[in-house]
Antibody, heavy 124, light 107 residues
């Protein structure tokens, strides 16, 4: 059974750094793209980026390029989303989701499995 | 960036009714259009892939159609458990984009 288990809720102050995680199991973690999606309170889904854990090839949405860092540690089947300096506007639920495909298939693929979400609250 | 526009934004419907949600792309995306359902306080769930392909475990009352720029999600004989927000998603071109969502309320 494919599972994506995300780290727990975080409460941070503006300017602080943060790294949240998403651990995959039940499939070949290194062989398939995994991505991050933001959902602000009461709003829609926004794609942030994807990473191929096998070689850490990463693609970012222009809206999030330079604002966050997506990484992966294939030795522990875990993907990460990281901020170096949080803002109040980063307050949101963040989901990881897997495309369950490799190579260039991300140009046509869909998010088949989703994590449970990590709520990040940034407030002074 | 490809913009996906869903309609309606909100619909209040009665059980057993047939519901149609549309998603229009700002440029042709072939069939690389997928639909998700998100119930309150839950993660999104894949409903339909490649515009019209069904997903194992998803009730057969959910179906999709379309290609190019115009797509439709149809829910036949709506059930109370279908109260949710529905999103379309294109993966034809980076950046991936989602529609703004259609919220279904069950009367």
């Amino acid at each position: 059974e494919v599972q994506l288990v995300q780290s727990g809720a975080e409460v941070k102050k503006p300017g602080e750094s943060l790294k949240i995680s998403c651990k995959g199991s039940g499939y070949s973690f290194t062989s398939y793209w995994i991505g991050w999606v933001r959902q602000m309170s009461g709003k829609g889904l926004e794609w942030m980026g994807i990473i191929y854990p096998g070689d850490s090839d990463t693609r970012y949405s222009p809206s999030f390029q330079g604002q966050v860092t997506i990484s992966a540690d294939k030795s522990i089947s875990t993907a990460y989303l990281q901020w170096s300096s949080l803002k109040a506007s980063d307050t949101a639920m963040y989901y990881c989701a897997t495309l369950l495909c490799g190579g260039d298939c991300y140009l046509s693929a869909y998010f088949q499995y989703w994590g449970q979400g990590t709520l990040v609250t940034v407030s002074s | 960036e490809i913009v996906l526009t869903q309609s309606p934004d909100f619909q209040s419907v009665t059980p057993k009714e047939k519901v149609t949600i549309t998603c229009r792309a700002s440029q042709s995306i072939g069939s690389t259009l997928h639909w998700y359902q998100q119930k309150p306080d839950q993660s999104p769930k894949l409903l339909i892939k490649y515009a019209s392909q069904s997903i194992s475990g998803v009730p057969s009352r959910f179906s999709g159609s379309g290609s190019g720029t115009d797509f439709t999600l149809t829910i036949n004989s709506l059930e109370a458990e279908d109260a949710a927000t529905y999103y379309c998603h294109q993966s034809s071109t980076l950046p991936y984009t989602f529609g703004q969502g259609t919220k279904l309320e069950i009367k």
